[in-house]
């Protein structure tokens, strides 16, 4: 990775972290630019606009989860135990890096006009969708999973996942996230699992 | 070789698709195969002698096409008291080329999921050991049925060359290294993945729904058009894939999918990367392709 593209990725970390917590319209260049320890008008000559950052971030962030994903699908396990263990995977992420399913959650599906040019439907969370596509096509042709709707699956699966994180978020769990990740992954698989 | 080669052509369980196919040639090029082959047998043209005097004469064959699976088995099939392997090791003996017209032919095809007989084969197969007088590998033109323009492409560049280039299942690399989806009329629909409605129609892809196996078979149908000026793609129907080795298959005319997603992608792309491409594209509405090509009622 060059020079400058280890400082677009510096800058794109430490955004997530500021349009988590604060929003998207309540964050400002100049803010980033402040905790990059950098002049705002150098942040431009990384990116020309707030939004294309935004853009980066939202492709980033679900990257991040992507590669979990495919490490996930590249493991010579059943497709019920890639389920067990992207759910841990993914809660563990909640825990360490929050900002990659806050900003998700409360930037990406909060603002959709700021992604309406350029990250339409699947453009920039398209790696991650593929990841699940995989998984899931992977365990229907095993039967291991039944044969159901794209869609229905999918918004099942990342719906149980988002939401958990959601209200992981909110502070309003009474155990350690650890603790769910069973519970979830199970109820997961009990809606995708094949039956005669 | 003879200035004009002869030709057999014997056929053995067959529906006799190939026949069909080879009579319905553009007349031109059929006139040109008449007037360059001695046809010496033919089940459906005029002969002047018959099978069983082409089986137990000693007369040199240039060039022996076989039309449909081969059994050993009288009781299914015989022509003149004879098996058609029986017929088929005796011509073979005394043939320079051999070419097997069909799925049938070089493999079995339909036949051979005739549980009751397990002795039906292709024509290599059942040759056991007895090789073309040429030492030319059997020339496979697989193909359910075969394009008239196949049979004699082949034909015309062994007359004129002696040998004709394969690939690794003996097919003719100038017919068989294209897929049925090259020059399909349908790709910009494969591109941004809008399928078609139902069969017949002018817009939409085939690939999705209705089972076409356009971008996972080797052949030239849309590359070489039928009957000079169409293909099976080209008016709304799919291709079945009938000239690779597992046809055919069953539900020929559906897509199988996991969970809507395709269980087989287009040849030689990972699947990962056709999901990725194919979740960009269905992005994008475009709105021309989403509409009848011409609507009559606007």
């Known amino acids: 990775m060059s020079v400058k593209e280890r400082k677009k990725t510096s800058i794109i970390e430490n955004s997530l972290k500021l349009f988590s917590q604060k929003g998207f319209y309540n964050t400002t260049i100049p803010d980033i630019a402040k905790a990059m320890k950098m002049s705002v008008g150098n942040m431009y000559n990384y990116f020309a606009s707030k939004e294309e950052l935004a853009k980066c971030a939202i492709k980033y962030s679900t990257n991040v989860l992507a590669l979990e994903l495919r490490e996930v699908n590249n493991l010579e396990i059943s497709s019920k135990e890639k389920i067990f263990e992207f759910t841990r995977r993914y809660f563990t992420k909640v825990k360490e890096n929050p900002e990659i399913i806050e900003y998700f959650l409360r930037v990406y599906l909060s603002n959709r006009e700021v992604f309406s040019q350029g990250c339409e439907g699947f453009l920039c969370v398209g790696e991650f969708v593929t990841e699940v596509m995989i998984l899931l096509e992977e365990g229907a042709s095993k039967k291991e999973f039944r044969d159901q709707d794209f869609f229905a699956a999918f918004g099942m699966f990342m719906g149980s996942l988002g939401g958990f994180a959601f209200l992981s978020g909110e502070k309003v769990l009474e155990k350690d996230l650890m603790q769910y990740s069973d519970l979830i992954a199970e109820n997961i698989y009990r809606a995708l699992k094949y039956e005669e | 070789m003879r200035s004009k080669p002869t030709l057999v052509w014997l056929q053995a369980l067959t529906c006799n698709g190939n026949t069909q196919s080879l009579l319905s040639s553009n007349h031109t090029r059929f006139e040109q195969f008449l007037l360059a082959f001695d046809i010496i047998y033919h089940p459906s043209l005029t002969n002047t002698i018959t099978l069983k005097e082409v089986v137990s004469s000693n007369s040199e064959i240039d060039f022996l096409l076989v039309e449909g699976a081969i ?179 069953d539900n020929l005319f559906e897509t199988k999918k996991n969970i809507g997603i395709p269980a087989e992608v287009p040849l030689g792309i990972s699947k990962r990367a056709y999901l990725s491409i194919t979740g960009v594209a269905k992005t994008f509405k475009i709105e021309r392709l989403n509409k009848k090509i011409i609507d009559e009622n606007s």
């Not at chain 2, 015989?78 to 392997?85: E, T």
């Not at chain 2, 032919?105 to 024509?123: S, T």
């Open chain 2, 71 to 249: 059994t050993s088995q009288t009781h299914f099939f015989s022509l003149s008291d004879m098996s058609v392997k029986t017929i088929l090791q005796t011509l073979a003996q005394r043939a320079s080329y051999i070419i097997s017209v069909g799925s049938c032919a070089v493999f079995g095809g339909i036949h051979a999921k005739f549980e009751q007989n397990n002795d039906i084969q292709g024509v290599e197969k059942s040759l056991e050991h007895i090789t073309p007088k040429s030492n030319h590998k059997i020339i496979h033109l697989t193909g359910c049925p075969v394009h008239p323009e196949w049979i004699l492409q082949t034909l015309f560049t062994l007359k004129a060359k002696g040998v004709i280039q394969l690939d690794l299942h003996n097919r003719p690399v100038e017919l068989y290294s294209h897929l049925a989806h090259h020059g399909c009329t349908r790709n910009e629909y494969f591109e941004w993945k809008v399928e078609a409605h139902d069969f017949g129609l002018k817009e939409g892809c085939l690939f999705y729904d209705q089972g076409c196996r356009g971008p996972m078979t080797h052949s030239s149908c849309n590359k070489i058009l039928w009957n000079d000026v169409s293909s099976k793609t080209r008016v709304g129907m799919p291709c079945i894939g009938c000239t690779e080795f597992d046809f055919p298959r």
